[in-house]
T-cell receptor, first 115, second 115 residues
Framework: DTGVSQNPRHKITKRGQNVTFRCDPISEHNRLYWYRQTLGQGPEFLTYFQNEAQLEKSRLLSDRFSAERPKGSFSTLEIQRTEQGDSAMYLCASSLLSGRYNEQFFGPGTRLTVL | AQSVTQLGSHVSVSEGALVLLRCNYS??????LFWYVQYPNQGLQLLLK??????LVKGINGFEAEFKKSETSFHLTKPSAHMSDAAEYFCAVSEESGSQGNLIFGKGTKLSVKP
């Protein structure tokens, strides 16, 4: 088990382009979370999946953002028509919902720079 | 609504000195509380957590934190700082897993350790 992995680690794009990030959770983890972290701030919740179902979306997730988790395994986060304000670190976390508490394990993040 | 306040965006201590990073939370339900550490260009690593039971919790790397319900605090301490402790530290709160269980983070405290 190698933990949560995210690809790419860095992405530089021009304003208006579309980008897609991938997250591979720890195998057998049924919950997957996406967070966004901007400079000088803590991570902010974007959305989460339980298996393949997307159960919650934050109001930070504008309609230019879409996330999927086909087959309940890896997940992708796509940003369409990127804006400079989308520049941030995008973090993925996974957990195994068991009992009352689920510990989230974080990946290394994808740093997005929009020029 | 839940929230986390970390007092002091930057704390500097000398090697061997006490480390104290402050965290106050607000939550309408019994919270789960966490401290994470983030090294440059890396994801978040869990230091310690409070779920139920003993209010003094011990974590990795010699850190510990005490849950004080009356003060709504969960301050992080380490008796003797090492150079390797220099990083950013985030306090987070979560509701019980009956909800989506996403984490609400503070803005972080950057710890510097002077030789």
């Amino acid at each position: 088990d190698t933990g949560v992995s995210q690809n790419p680690r860095h992405k530089i794009t021009k304003r208006g382009q579309n980008v897609t990030f991938r997250c591979d959770p720890i195998s057998e983890h049924n919950r997957l979370y996406w967070y966004r972290q901007t400079l000088g701030q803590g991570p902010e919740f974007l959305t989460y999946f339980q298996n393949e179902a997307q159960l919650e979306k934050s109001r930070l997730l504008s309609d230019r953002f879409s996330a999927e988790r086909p087959k309940g395994s890896f997940s992708t986060l796509e940003i369409q028509r990127t804006e400079q304000g989308d520049s941030a670190m995008y973090l993925c976390a996974s957990s195994l919902l068991s009992g009352r508490y689920n510990e989230q394990f974080f990946g290394p993040g994808t740093r997005l720079t929009v020029l | 609504a839940q929230s986390v306040t970390q007092l002091g965006s930057h704390v500097s201590v000398s090697e061997g000195a006490l480390v104290l990073l402050r965290c106050n939370y607000s939550s309408s339900v019994p919270p789960y509380l966490f401290w994470y550490v983030q090294y440059p260009n890396q994801g978040l690593q869990l230091l310690l957590k409070y779920t139920t039971g003993a209010t003094l919790v011990k974590g990795i790397n010699g850190f510990e934190a005490e849950f004080k319900k009356s003060e709504t605090s969960f301050h992080l301490t380490k008796p003797s700082a090492h150079m390797s402790d220099a990083a950013e530290y985030f306090c987070a709160v979560s509701e019980e897993s009956g909800s989506q269980g996403n984490l609400i983070f503070g803005k972080g405290t950057k710890l510097s350790v002077k030789p």
